[in-house]
């Protein structure tokens, strides 16, 4: 069975700093979709970044990069430079095989926190 | 250009009645999904629609239903409430590409008393 997983329940980071989160991933598919998500205490659940299994270079998105380590089953974030309004809960998310469907398989989430 | 949008945004029921939630997504979006967010299950996915289809549906019971509409909005219902549908709804559109890219509203919040 499809399976997240996030180890972090809370991690702390000072602004400026760079910080990782990690994620494991459990599927016998070979083609899957990693996605991260951020939300905030006001509910909505906002994109960052995607990684397909296929894709041969790690996902990038401004401030935010994807260390997909496909042989381990780890999908870690990593944003360098944080800044205050990065904290927030960080949800990593797995997309079955199928294609074209949107049932995302959700981890439980680490609740980050950056400091002045 | 509008994100998805939930109404309503809060609502108090009482057990046993039921609720309608509604969604619409970002326009040219044909895909809707719903997730329920509960501190102790976490995020689930409820189903998923698209062309007025249902195309995929989460292990929740007959209780749960939705639709979509040729507009693709997409309504989630809810009868005969129990405390334990007390969550967050999150509705989450897409234009229906294999990246899978979806984009969330801010969902709807039921309390259940």
């Known amino acids: 069975a499809q399976k997240i997983t996030q180890t972090q329940p809370g991690m702390f980071v000072q602004e400026k700093e760079a910080v990782t989160l990690d994620c494991t991933y459990d599927t016998s598919d070979p083609s899957y979709g990693l996605f991260w998500y951020k939300q905030p205490s006001s509910g909505e659940m906002i994109f960052l970044i995607y990684?397909?299994?296929?894709?041969?270079q790690n996902a990038t998105e401004g401030r935010y990069s994807l260390n997909f380590q496909k042989a381990r089953k780890s999908a870690n974030l990593v944003i360098s430079a944080s800044q205050l309004g990065d904290s927030a809960m960080y949800f990593c998310?797995?997309?079955?095989?199928?294609?074209?469907?949107?049932?995302?398989?959700f981890g439980t989430g680490t609740r980050l926190q950056v400091f002045p | 250009k509008a994100g998805v949008t939930q109404t309503p945004r809060y609502l108090i029921k009482t057990r046993g009645q039921q609720v309608t939630l509604s969604c619409s997504p970002i326009s040219g979006h044909r895909s809707v999904s719903w997730y329920q967010q509960t501190p102790g299950q976490g995020l689930q996915f409820l189903f998923e629609y698209f062309s007025e289809t249902q195309r995929n549906k989460g292990n929740f019971p007959g209780r749960f239903s939705g639709r979509q509409f040729s507009n693709s909005r997409s309504e989630m219902n809810v009868s005969t409430l129990e405390l334990g549908d007390s969550a967050l709804y999150l509705c989450?559109?897409?234009?229906?590409?294999?990246?899978?890219?979806?984009?969330f509203g801010e969902g709807s919040r039921l309390t259940v008393l």
């Open positions: 998310a797995m997309r079955e095989g199928l294609p074209y469907t949107d049932k995302l398989i």
């Open positions: 989450a559109s897409s234009v229906d590409s294999n990246t899978g890219e979806l984009f």
């Open positions: 990684q397909g299994s296929y894709d041969q």
